[in-house]
């Protein structure tokens, strides 16, 4: 895989994710996140692991960002490649009235890259929204 192709790739990875985060529609859920996926982050001062089922179920219980009408704000600010089947990728992500940090990893199976790992930090919330 050139570093082209290689990059290209991963940037439609992140995209599905961005997408996946605005749309909330979990039947694209593993396209974007393995099954075994972990989700760590610090909500309301408490250190929260998710597995990715439990993500996937929050997801779906609750009205995503396009339901609301919030606004879409999302940017990649990092892409670090390890190899050509693993990365790291560092994102903000507007979430309804939360902006997130998150540190995402990436493992490219059977040719397509998933997020085996996710790290998130809330970075500011907007109480007006």
Same mark, same amino acid.
């Given at each position: 895989m050139t570093d082209r192709s290689r990059l290209l790739s991963l940037s439609d990875a992140v995209q599905r994710y961005f997408d996946l985060m605005y749309d909330g529609d979990t039947s694209k859920f593993e396209q974007v996140f393995t099954e075994t996926s972990q989700l760590h982050g610090f909500r309301d001062? $408490?250190?929260?692991?998710?597995?990715? =089922?439990?993500y996937k179920d929050i997801m779906a219980s609750r009205p995503s960002p396009q339901a609301n009408g919030a606004p879409r704000d999302e940017e990649?600010?990092?892409? $670090?490649?390890?190899?050509?089947?693993? =990365?790291?990728?560092?994102?903000?992500?507007?979430?309804n009235a939360s902006t997130f940090i998150d540190y995402l990893t990436y493992h490219r199976i059977n040719g397509e890259?998933?997020?085996?790992?996710?790290?998130y930090h809330v970075e500011r919330v907007d109480d007006a929204a």
């Open positions: 001062g $408490d250190m929260t692991v998710w597995p990715a =089922a439990k990649i600010l990092l892409m $670090d490649f390890a190899s050509d089947t693993q =990365a790291m990728v560092k994102v903000r992500v507007r979430l890259w998933l997020i085996t790992s996710k790290g």
